[in-house]
């Protein structure tokens, strides 16, 4: 079954840190670029970092850069998103997805949910005191 799944949310405290897991069965996600997107309720998908396909680059929106990390485990065929000093705004359902091509961060982060060729299901992650 081709399928992403995240893991690693949860209940923590402001200046906390959680490490976030999306894990591909069925492809190889050192293929395809990944992008981490988060939604709150009643906000709008805010793309928040991606690891490019064609030569691993990096990139963070700046609500998180210099707080977030991302990189992948191809022996486990994980990319992972080290998220450090949250905050209460970071609370929201964080998801992975993985599309064939990088159009570039601004362009990769604006894609219709559609474009991309596979989605996790989604990890809660939740800041508070």
């Known amino acids: 079954q081709l399928q992403l799944v995240e893991s690693g949310g949860g209940l923590v405290q402001p200046g906390g840190s959680l490490r976030l897991s999306c894990t591909a069965s069925?492809?190889?996600?050192?293929?395809?670029?990944i992008a981490w997107f988060r939604q709150a309720p009643g906000k709008a998908r805010e793309g928040v970092s991606c690891m490019s396909s064609s030569d691993g680059s990096t990139y963070y929106s700046d609500s998180v850069k210099g707080r977030f990390t991302i990189s992948r485990d191809n022996t486990k065929n994980t990319v992972y998103l080290q998220v450090n000093n949250l905050k209460p705004e970071d609370t929201a359902v964080y998801y992975c997805?993985?599309?064939?091509?990088?159009?570039?961060?601004?362009?990769?982060?604006?894609?219709?949910?559609?474009?991309?060729?596979?989605w996790g299901q989604g990890t809660q992650v939740t800041v508070s005191s």
């Open positions: 997805a993985a599309h064939e091509i990088f159009e570039g961060f601004i362009a990769t982060m604006a894609l219709p949910r559609y474009e991309f060729d596979y």
């Open positions: 069925g492809f190889t996600l050192d293929d395809y670029t």
